[in-house]
Nanobody, 126 residues
């Protein structure tokens, strides 16, 4: 059974930081694209970032570029999303997603991703 488990969400003040973790169980990430999507109440789902594990190619949405960093952890089955300088508009449920991927630019749309985590809530508020 392939599973993705997110953790690290919570409540943070504007300007603060959080690090989300995505742990994969049941498969190794070597040839996968891993992405982070988010959805706020009343808003459309948004692709935040993704990484092609085999070659390290990354993508960031314009809304998070320069503030968020996606990376693979030393524990090879974990991917992190470091989020700095958080803003109230970053408030959403964040989902980790995975799709088999040999390399190159990772998919930016949600549709190719066939594995989804349960989501973790991030709230940015003073």
């Amino acid at each position: 059974q392939l599973q993705l488990v997110e953790s690290g969400g919570g409540l943070v003040q504007p300007g603060g930081s959080l690090r989300l973790s995505c742990a994969a169980a049941g498969f190794t990430l070597d040839y996968y694209a891993i992405g982070w999507f988010r959805q706020a109440p009343g808003k459309e789902r948004e692709g935040v970032s993704c990484i092609s594990i085999s070659d390290g190619i990354t993508y960031y949405a314009d809304s998070v570029k320069g503030r968020f960093t996606i990376s693979r952890g030393d524990a090879k089955n974990t991917v992190y999303l470091q989020m700095n300088n958080l803003k109230p508009e970053d408030t959403a449920v964040y989902y980790c997603v995975a799709h088999p991927w040999l390399g190159g630019r990772c998919p930016r749309a949600a549709r190719p991703y066939n594995y989804w985590g349960q989501g973790t809530q991030v709230t940015v508020s003073s």
